[in-house]
């Protein structure tokens, strides 16, 4: 009866598994981009200027007050964003009256150059954001049948996190085996090794990424359960908002916010302010909330102060009112978006996300690697089903990788002028990525998995040159401004691109395989994706 | 952060000492069968005072996340190294505690 069960718990695993585990690839690769987002977005726009050292907190309020009080005057909130870990530029933000036909207006958010106190115009560009929205926001497709792909494979994945449990047959016994040998018993031990060690992160990561979108997928249930009163109230009691008052319509000049600062400071020691909110701007109602880093997961009420911008005195806050299931509901929000850590952290974060898709990509080698020895031996080679596993495996677990290298080559190639070009950005990531997936279909498995991993070390190690030839945010200016977080994104291109390099080498030396005119073929390849960007870009010139 | 990685890669050692197979891999001689008894007890112990340290630093919620983590990475590195390089595992997990008993009387 046990056998009997983990038999079928096998068998669901497998197939589960195999069926959603290129979205998953695709999923896990895209979120775990997202614990970045804020570097890669940096990355994206080279206009902004590096890193500004010797700077104070207090000399920064100031710049970004002067220049709200110039361009959103008539704005009532103000945010002011001060460089951190992750974003070394100040950014201002505010959110612009509605037009006609909106429900809120736009939030505009712009980077201020310290030097000159001026905005920056940068180019147009989706950055880190529109990078790891696709992971829960899948591109092309509409929001609402998006949410339900996404939530579809990830209930899968939990099924298949919890099946892998059970028949995994010696988790502690079996912790630490790693048998480094070629074919089946080799890749079993790498997707066991890959699947044990992050199992907290894997299970909590799914778990949470259901949770997101409750209220779409339980609809029903909420829908039935309650009047539409009880359930905003519902939604208050999980996401309380912050009180503050708004603007009385009588205009009052406000002290300096670097003055209010000085207040705050004395709160709370040490100096780690993120960011600043100002409600009722230059009004007699003025109010600034000094928001620190976040110290606790769910929910610590002295990570922000709020002043009374008029008279510069604390102002008693209310500590938001979050039931249990509020804070159990916030703190897997905030476990799996990990905006709490800090920069060691968020490199943990990284890691253990780029092992949850290293497992699922072992998973799906897996698969074939078991079928291999039968679909081999039959007659007419190896069955349709088989093949294409065979190939959407190479196109995905190396092609994906591909795929977002273009999207960092198209920011800095497509030019600045270009209508829409935030969507070819994507476009020409998307593009990429469906080459790939075909060009497996033309070429012996063994060649094409050799080929691609070739084309993503060349990708990778190439990607940091073609920013030295066209920015002059490369990797040798950022050295010598000692703007370390530029410079580790280029460090990481070429690191990743080792790996591939690495990779492609240990696959060329596994498959005994004669020589292949490699180089040519990896031309070849280039040359066909860069072709069919500019005929793309023709035709949109022509239209 | 270094300091907790560093602790949960001993304890990871330590039980992976504690059984047969492993030891023989890292071990070259022989171990008196009463040591070995002591390594799972001594393994936990350290990965109590793991946690403490890093609750003590992050505080509760964050504390037991970013022990998670450090876990997985030790994890990571202790099978990579028992794999490729198992005999140097000792050294490793020697020098790992010395830095970090130098970094936690310093600091």
Not at chain 1, 254 to 281: C, H, P, R
Not at chain 2, 57 to 70: E, K, T
Request: proline residues 3%; glycine residues 6%.
């Amino acid at each position: 009866m046990k056998d009997n069960f983990r038999q079928s718990m096998k068998w669901f695993h497998t197939w589960v598994g195999l069926i959603v585990g290129w979205i998953l690839f695709f999923m896990f690769l895209t979120g775990t981009l997202g614990y970045f987002y804020q570097e890669i977005t940096r990355w994206m726009e080279p206009e902004r200027p590096f890193i500004e050292h010797n700077i104070s907190n207090e000399q920064l309020l100031d710049i970004a007050q002067v220049y709200l009080s110039k361009h959103a005057q008539d704005i009532e909130q103000w945010d002011i964003m001060l460089p951190n870990a992750r974003d070394q530029n100040l950014r201002v933000g505010w959110r612009k009256p509605a037009e006609p036909g909106e429900k809120r207006g736009k939030y505009q958010k712009t980077v201020i150059d310290v030097n000159t106190g001026d905005s920056i115009e940068s180019r147009a560009t989706g950055g880190g954001r529109l990078l790891y929205r696709m992971h829960y926001r899948l591109h092309y497709l509409s929001t609402k049948i998006s949410y339900w792909i996404v939530g579809f494979c990830s209930m899968l994945m939990l099924l298949a996190v919890i099946t892998g449990v059970v028949i995994h047959k010696k988790i502690f016994t079996d912790f630490f085996t790693f048998r480094a040998k070629k074919g089946l018993l080799g890749w079993l031990d790498i997707h066991n090794v890959l699947s044990v060690i992050a199992l907290p992160f894997h299970f909590m990561i799914t778990y949470s990424g259901l949770l997101f979108f409750l209220f779409t997928y339980m609809a029903l249930s909420s829908n039935l359960q309650m009047s539409d009163e009880e359930y905003s109230e519902m939604r208050k009691e999980i996401f309380p908002r912050t009180i503050h008052l708004d603007s009385a319509k009588q205009p009052r000049d406000m002290l300096e916010i670097s003055n209010l600062y000085q207040q705050v400071k004395k709160t709370w020691g040490a100096d780690q302010l993120s960011y600043v909110e100002v409600f009722a701007a230059n009004d007699i109602n003025a109010q600034a909330r000094f928001v620190r880093h976040e110290t606790d997961i769910t929910y610590n009420p002295a990570d922000a102060v709020m002043v009374n911008a008029i008279t510069g005195k604390l102002i008693l806050q209310i500590p938001k009112a979050y039931t249990v299931t509020g804070m159990i509901h916030n703190g897997f929000f905030s476990l799996h978006e990990g905006q709490f850590a800090g920069p060691i952290a968020r490199w943990i974060y990284f890691f253990t996300g780029l092992i949850g898709a290293a497992m699922i990509a072992s998973g799906l080698i897996l698969w074939t690697t078991k079928r291999k020895p039968k679909q081999v031996k039959q007659l007419n080679g190896p069955d349709f089903g088989y093949r294409l596993v065979e190939q959407l495996n190479i196109g995905t677990i190396v092609g994906l990788p591909i795929a977002i290298a273009m999207y960092f080559y198209a920011n800095r190639l497509l030019p600045l002028d270009m209508v829409n070009r935030v969507n070819w950005e994507v476009n020409v990531m998307f593009i990429s990525w469906a080459i790939l997936l075909l060009y497996p279909a033309f070429r012996p498995a063994a060649k094409a998995w050799r080929e691609q991993l070739q084309l993503a070390a060349l990708v990778y190690m190439t990607l940091p040159l073609i920013n030295i030839l066209t920015t002059d945010k490369h990797i040798i200016n950022s050295v010598l401004q000692q703007d370390w977080a530029l410079f580790t994104f280029d460090l990481t291109l070429l690191v990743i691109g080792v790996c591939f390099a690495f990779s492609a080498y240990k696959y060329k030396a596994l498959t005994l395989n004669k020589k292949v005119t490699k180089r040519r073929v990896k031309q070849r390849e280039v040359t066909t994706d860069e072709g069919l960007f500019t005929v793309r870009q023709m035709n949109k010139e022509n239209a | 952060m270094f300091v907790l990685t560093s602790l949960s890669f001993s304890a990871m050692v330590l039980f992976c000492l504690a059984m047969d197979k492993h030891r023989k891999q890292v071990l070259a001689q022989k171990t008196p069968t009463i040591m070995v008894r002591f390594f799972r007890p001594t393994a936990w112990l350290i990965l109590l005072f793991t946690t403490y340290l890093s609750v003590g630093q992050f505080g509760w919620s964050i504390g037991i996340a970013v022990l998670f983590g450090a876990l997985t990475i030790a994890s990571l590195l202790l099978i990579l190294l028992l794999t490729y390089r198992a005999k140097i595992v000792p050294q490793v997990a020697v020098a790992l505690s010395l830095l970090v008993s130098l970094s936690l009387f310093s600091g």
